[in-house]
C-alpha cells in the first residue's frame, strides 16, 4: 500500500480542504469552496515515511523510527531528533538548522545540499552518508562517525569535529576554515582543494 502524505490547505476565507497524495501519484487538489488557498504541507511520522518538503519545524521525533523515510526538501529546523533512526533517509536538500540529532542514525542517509547551521550531531553516525554540498557550519559533530561520508564541497566553516572518526572520508573542495579537529580520526581521509585557513588539527595545531 502506498505511503501518503496530508497536506492541508487555509483559504482566506477560513475554507479547508484535505488532499491525500502519494509519491507515485500526481498531486492534485480540491477545496470545498472557489477561494483562494495557502498550501502548507504537513505529514505524521513515521506513520506516512513519504514526508518530501513537509513543515517538521520544532517537530519533536526523539528515538522515531524514520529508516529509509523520504524527508527531501522538509522543514525541520530546530526538530527534536534524538536518538531517530534516519539510516538511509532522503535529507537531501532538508533544512536541518538548530535541530537536535545528538546519538542519531544517519547511516547511509543523503544529506546533499542540506541545511546543517548550528546543528547538534554529538556522536551521530553518518557512516557512508552523503553530505556533499552540504552546508554544515558551526555544527556539533563532535565524537560523530563519518567513516566512508562524502562530505565534497560541504561548508564545515567553524564546525565542530572534535574525536570525531573521519577515516575514509571524502573532503574534496570543503570549506573547512576555522574548523575544530581535535583528536578527530581523519585517517585515508581526502582533502584535495579543502580549504583548511585556521582549522584546528588533530593534533592541536592551526592550519595556516
Do not use: Q
Not at 491525500?20 to 477545496?31: D, R, V
Not at 517538521?56 to 528515538?63: E, F, M, P, R, V
Not at 564545515?156 to 573532503?171: E, I, V, W
Request: with cysteine; glycine share 10%; proline share 2%.
Amino acid at each position: 500500500m502506498a505511503r501518503k502524505t496530508n497536506f492541508l490547505f487555509v483559504g482566506v476565507v477560513l475554507s479547508v480542504g484535505l488532499l491525500a497524495c502519494s509519491s507515485n501519484a500526481t498531486k492534485t487538489a480540491e477545496t470545498i469552496a472557489l477561494v483562494t488557498t495557502t498550501m502548507v504541507p504537513i505529514c505524521d511520522p513515521p506513520n506516512h515515511l513519504d514526508c518530501a518538503g513537509a513543515n517538521l519545524k520544532n517537530a519533536n521525533l526523539s528515538g522515531a523510527n524514520l529508516e529509509t523515510a523520504n524527508l527531501s526538501g522538509a522543514d525541520l529546523s530546530f526538530a527534536n531528533l534524538s536518538g531517530a533512526d534516519l539510516s538511509y533517509a532522503n535529507l537531501s536538500g532538508a533544512d536541518l538548522s538548530y535541530g537536535n540529532l545528538t546519538n542519531a542514525n544517519l547511516t547511509g542517509a543523503v544529506l546533499s545540499g542540506a541545511m546543517i547551521f548550528g546543528t547538534d550531531l554529538n556522536n551521530a553516525n553518518l557512516t557512508d552518508a552523503n553530505l556533499t554540498g552540504a552546508f554544515a557550519s558551526a555544527a556539533n559533530l563532535t565524537g560523530a562517525n563519518l567513516t566512508n561520508a562524502n562530505l565534497s564541497g560541504a561548508d564545515l566553516g567553524y564546525a565542530y569535529l572534535k574525536n570525531a572518526n573521519l577515516s575514509g572520508a571524502k573532503l574534496l573542495g570543503s570549506i573547512m576554515w576555522g574548523a575544530d579537529l581535535t583528536n578527530a580520526n581523519v585517517t585515508g581521509v581526502d582533502l584535495s582543494g579543502a580549504n583548511l585557513l585556521d582549522a584546528t588539527m588533530p593534533d592541536g595545531t592551526i592550519h595556516d
